[in-house]
């Protein structure tokens, strides 16, 4: 399978499709009409289905392609046949971080060349020179995953099997997953009306080496959680010469990212697994260009990831540095700034006003369009709430501005059965795997299997834009991250190994779909 994936890999990363351009419409459509001329296609043995993103304004096409198994798989007790899913996002982020470059970032065969040259340093100078790198604008996340996961599944529908297997490739992983919740709200509808149970969802997205891994390939059980708290910080404006009659919000802003980017107390532990540290996504003010007056306010955004904690822990230590960030602002400054910053979450100040001030607010968030940025909605909504409350003077509010990406992990459903299928593969190739519980980054995986983290009340009550929350999914669902392997992702330097990956990664895909679902 190496040379088909290779081919198809150059093929997808030579079709720009960057978030939020016409070019993820062209890519997934491409798919479509490749599986068209696939002879199972052809002889009505495969179904293809192009679905419209939900809620999408872009309306970006999600492919799905079903290959039904022979009639005699059958789960357990006997109603439902098997099925798995293979898939993977084929958007991708931008390309002006390769400067001088950029015309050869979706052109990875003389990317790769250039590379040699030492323009992305010797590391990845000596990577190129040995022929088994290939880089390039998403040939690690995550084109060549796709590529590898259509080949795995062709190869499946090309000699039939007894499993049903999926194949589909969704837009928008890179923003807002817009894709694989419209596959989830489908296969919800289609799943119970043909009769199917799918025994595991496989995502192909990248992995990375780890510390210490001596060379193992990486395979998750699950998918880590992210939140997105924010602040926003009215101040008081005052003139540039005249600082002692106000309070810069962009002050009180600082502090609490000082207290909040690297802070080990807000990272999250599983066994020998931790989070990333928490960093600085946004921070800005409210000026729109230069006068001599402070900023009456000024907002940031963090990211926050989670594998055991809940949303109301993270939410409750977010909030509990900010209070610390204010008090080390008083302090550095008793003689300007106000003794009285009170520091409260969105739930807090919504059940301070009043049910007309609830209802006011509520017709003001829906005067905000879809096409908007969805975190610049959740700081209008906040500012708004905070203008319509009682309250004068100087404040924070603390408040999630973006949507719940619920941590996943299927550890206890597949262990056993994946650790035995791993080995029986290893046994024919050679191939080392280590197995964790939490894929390190946000995935889609996070969108097809249920998680604590729905029934979380205080990310509701905290999130001023709900009504675009996702649902949570309706039945449990093993999730796997069985990905491409590389380095750079997000980097001019995102590069993938191509022996592995185009090799072993397909062949692996195939197997682990007949081995999963037979028990």
């Known amino acids: 399978m190496y040379e088909a994936t290779r081919q198809l890999t150059l093929d997808l ?3 720009p499709s960057v978030n939020g351009t016409p070019g993820e419409s062209a890519i997934v459509e491409y798919l479509y009409h490749r599986l068209m001329r696939h002879s199972a296609y052809r002889a009505g043995r495969m179904k293809l289905f ?8 872009l309306f970006r096409p999600v492919l799905i392609a079903h290959m039904p198994g022979r009639a005699r798989n059958r789960t357990a007790d006997s109603r439902a046949r098997r099925g798995v899913l293979l898939f993977g996002h084929t958007d991708t982020v931008g390309t002006s971080d390769f400067g001088a470059l950029e015309s050869l970032a979706f052109r990875p065969l003389e990317l790769t060349e250039e590379v040699k040259s030492g323009v992305f340093g010797a590391v990845a100078a000596q990577r190129a020179k040995s022929g088994k790198w290939l880089f390039g604008r998403g040939v690690l996340d995550m ?4 590529a590898a996961a259509l080949i795995a599944f062709e190869a499946l529908a090309e000699k039939g099997t007894e499993t049903d297997v999926f194949f ?21 509808d289609y799943l119970p009306a043909e009769g199917i149970a799918l025994q595991a969802a496989i995502n192909t997205d990248y992995t990375s080496w780890q510390p210490g891994d001596g060379g193992a390939r990486h395979i998750y059980l699950g998918s880590i959680g992210k939140l997105l708290p ?20 962009n002050l009180v802003v600082a502090a609490i990212t000082n207290r909040v980017v690297y802070n080990r107390a807000l990272c999250d532990e599983d066994d020998s697994e931790l989070s990333p540290y928490p960093v600085c996504l946004h921070q800005r003010d409210d000026k729109p260009g230069y006068d001599v007056q402070t900023a009456v306010s000024a907002s940031a955004y963090y990211n926050l990831f989670h594998m055991q904690k809940s949303p109301s822990q993270q939410l409750d230590a977010f909030t509990e540095a900010v209070r610390l960030a204010v008090a080390d602002v008083q302090a550095a400054h008793p003689d300007v700034v106000a003794a009285d910053i ?3 979450t969105f739930q807090d100040l919504w059940e301070e006003v009043g049910e007309e001030t609830q209802n006011e607010v509520r017709s003001f968030a829906d005067s905000l369009t879809l096409s908007q940025d969805l975190r610049e909605r959740c700081r209008l909504i906040t500012e708004h709430l905070l203008q319509k409350s009682v309250r004068s003077g100087p404040a924070v509010v603390v408040y999630f501005a973006n949507g719940l990406v619920p941590k996943v992990n299927s550890g206890i459903l597949v262990r056993d059965i994946l650790t035995t299928a791993l080995a029986a593969f290893t046994g024919e190739t050679g191939e080392a795997f280590a197995l964790h519980r939490y894929f390190p980054y946000i995935s889609d995986l996070s969108f097809l299997t249920p998680s604590p983290d729905w029934d979380d009340r205080a990310f509701r009550r905290n999130f001023p834009s709900l009504y675009t929350a996702s649902p949570a999914p309706l039945r449990e669902l093993p999730v796997l991250m069985v990905g491409t392997y590389g380095t750079g992702a997000h980097q001019p330097d995102e590069c993938v190994d191509a022996e592995y990956t185009f090799g072993r990664l397909p062949v692996l895909l195939a197997w682990l779909s007949q081995r999963l679902a037979a028990d």
């Open 13 to 15: 990363v030579a079709m």
């Open 50 to 57: 192009l679905v419209p993103a939900v809620d999408d304004p």
């Open 143 to 146: 084109k060549s995953g796709v």
């Open 168 to 188: 589909s490739a969704t837009p928008d992983e890179e923003v807002g997953s817009l894709g694989v919740k419209t596959l989830a709200a489908w296969l919800r």
């Open 230 to 249: 924010a602040v926003y910080v009215r101040g008081v404006p005052s003139h540039a010469a005249e600082p002692h009659n106000g309070l810069d919000p």
């Open 342 to 344: 009170p520091v409260l």
